[in-house]
């Protein structure tokens, strides 16, 4: 079975936005072992979308469409649909209680246009909408599958997981074609990629021509760097084995290279892990933030549940912050003494048990003679009270990213992961 | 004239990087009022890139090539040409000596590989190659062009303004087809695309087979909702009078029936508002957060030169840090009593002029007997304190986000814009 892509938007072909989409349908589609061998980008025009669709009629088994489903007049994806299947459109009673239900719950009145989103052509089936208003639409065309999505990722997202993707493994199993495809990732920070792929390297020469077990890197810009395991099993007894094993050895190389590199699997975060630490320990923890800016404890309490061991945290932008609020002694505010200062003035303030502290030079310009990227962590724990200084590349912003989870990992590296 | 990108590479479909590339060129050809209608995505497959090819043949007059012009078995753009043109692969020995000079400048021997990128489809035209050892290639096919540069963007880029684009222009302007486009995007928060479709319903009605000017809707999730405004001039003048006025004619619908939604124009965010406001009162800013966690402070902080007006902040999220760190009454601290202490609170502590705090329910379970989604705003600002209440949609992690840009626009409106 071959699925292929439709993105539909004429801010995609403008350059407006980037096809974040038809890139996570694409890792989704290939983690599942389900073939995608072409994506399309069509602007809003009716004839043109229409043609678009027959193109990849000709040429796949299904076609996710993603966007042109909102209640504005240039969304026209359920009209084009419509036009293809040879139907008309009927408003669905159902959905428009749905979607009047939303707007209810927010108060609010719900604008006529988004009767729109209440239109499903004759035939079609609908994906409930769980977080917008617009409904996903399954649409058969001969022995074609189209399915429509928001694009909206949030909303495309769980749509696609919830409906789309169980139904190509039906159909691909029914067809016969489909292993158990299983992968697992393996979440780094600390080690470029290219010094990972020099460390994997005679393990990739091993599997080459190996159609069971894969490897890859994917860069995740601030997220570090993951590693990806898939492998192709006879049944879901031989993948989980085949994983195992694999998952095994790659950690083991990991770590005698590169050390305490490895933060998380799969969906793990970096404030997961912190988050695994506190409360093994028992313990609360305060922040002190100067150039990340409140990135840090945002991204703590991201955590469900963080509020058990998350006490909350100071942004000591302006130096003055920092002396008088944290009781950072008058002086040089990018040094690890105003680090360590930093992380005992929240921890004191802010009755923790554990703080961290961040200070240091996003740019442009260097401060306290130090250059961008200078960065100092704070740890203040217990009878101890130390810092570690990174250094981390890219501009304002990116120094800024880099320096959060920079921070966060030098916490779980401290209490040994 | 319509040109079609095809960018080629097995990584695009397998969502292991973004087609940058395709968005690169789709705002350059917008920029230069070139029409695009269609972009696709094809893996490394003789076959299928050739398939490709002929459905690009089929709907546009220039094809735009990306990618697979490198010198591994997998780079196979060269002879998927040929294959298109009915022609033979020639190696040119002058692109030979070229490529075999770069190597030689670093002090390295030629591999033998690299001779790939000396063949050439008969009839073809070279684009030189000066930032890296692949020549780009212009194919006739009828009366279609071929246009094919590497993928890598640093190439690409620069073959495509030096060789393509004036190609393209010249082509355009010899069909008499080619305007000045621009565009201009207002940015909104507060109203629902919906709602601002109902708004600008008749306007959007008047402009129907109007082809020089164009208004589209551009959702950005949590950063509202982007008015676009495109016109098609007969020079710059004419453009830029359009789009003036235009752009007079949308602000006063969206005000008359809105209200004071604009927040700015173009690339500007919320808190590039924010900024404006406050170096114009000359008056420093602090942030009390509960829900948000940092996320207000971590904004603010992205505006170049934020230092000058931005205090810091106080994230106090457990409530113990609301009463014992910012004064607030022991008590419910989902209130709108609440966030005015909390923002008296955090004004005094961080001696700013004005403070805006936030708390709220961002879910999973209510608080306070409040249900997930309501949020407060408190300001404080000269003699004043005062409240403002927002009720958000969505998860944990939206509540959040829409409740931080919320409350900077609360502060905005407070001020006037």
């Given at each position: 079975m071959r699925v292929e892509i439709v993105a539909i938007g004429t801010e995609l072909l403008l350059g407006q936005i980037a096809d974040t989409n038809g890139q996570w349908l694409g890792e989704q589609l290939a983690a599942n072992g389900i073939a995608s061998h072409y994506h399309q980008h069509v602007g809003d025009n009716h004839e043109r979308i229409v043609a678009a669709f027959k193109v990849a009629m000709s040429r796949s088994d299904a076609v996710i469409i993603c966007g042109g489903?909102?209640?504005?007049?240039?969304?026209?994806t359920r009209a084009a649909l419509a036009d293809l299947m040879g139907v008309s459109l009927v408003e669905r009673p159902e959905l428009v209680e749905v979607i009047r239900a939303m707007f209810t719950g927010r108060g609010r009145e719900m604008p006529a246009n988004n009767l729109l989103q209440a239109q499903v052509p004759v035939g079609a089936t609908v994906i409930a909408q769980n977080r917008g208003t617009a409904p996903g639409l399954i649409c058969p065309v001969g022995n074609h599958t189209f399915y429509a999505v928001p694009g909206v990722p949030y909303e495309m997202q769980e749509m696609f997981e919830r409906a789309i993707l169980p139904d190509l493994i039906a159909k691909a199993q029914a067809s016969g074609e489909r292993a158990v495809i299983k992968s697992r990732v393996l979440r780094t920070w600390g080690a470029a990629e290219s010094r990972l792929a020099e460390v994997l390297a005679d393990r990739f020469v091993e599997l080459?021509?190996?159609?069971?077990i894969t490897l890859a890197f994917l860069a995740s810009g601030i997220e570090g760097i993951k590693v990806r395991i898939t492998v192709r099993g006879r049944d879901e007894t031989d993948a989980n084995a085949l994983i195992a094993e694999e998952e095994i050895r790659i950690r083991e190389i990991l770590v005698a290279s590169c050390g305490d590199i490895i933060f998380g699997t799969d969906g793990e975060t970096m404030e997961d892990a912190i988050a695994k630490i506190l409360l093994r320990r028992g313990e609360t923890l305060a922040v002190a933030e100067s150039l990340t800016g409140g990135l840090i404890a945002s991204r703590l309490v991201?955590?469900?549940?963080?509020s058990t061991w998350f006490r909350g945290g100071v942004v000591s932008y302006a130096s003055e912050v920092k002396f008088d609020?944290?009781?950072?002694?008058?002086?040089?505010?990018?040094?690890g003494d105003a680090a360590e200062a930093m992380a005992r003035g929240v921890r004191e303030l802010l009755k923790s048990d554990v703080a961290i502290s961040v200070t240091g030079v996003a740019g442009p310009e260097e401060q306290d003679g130090q250059p961008v990227g200078t960065v100092f962590v704070g740890i203040a724990s217990g009878d101890s009270l130390s810092h570690v200084q990174l250094r981390v590349p890219g501009d304002r912003q990116r120094v800024r990213n880099y320096a959060a989870i920079g921070a966060l990992n030098a916490l779980r590296q401290h209490f040994g992961g």
């Open positions: 489903l909102g209640p504005t007049q240039d969304d026209i080459e021509g190996n159609d069971r991201n955590v469900s549940g963080a609020v944290l009781n950072v002694p008058i002086g040089p505010v990018v040094s």
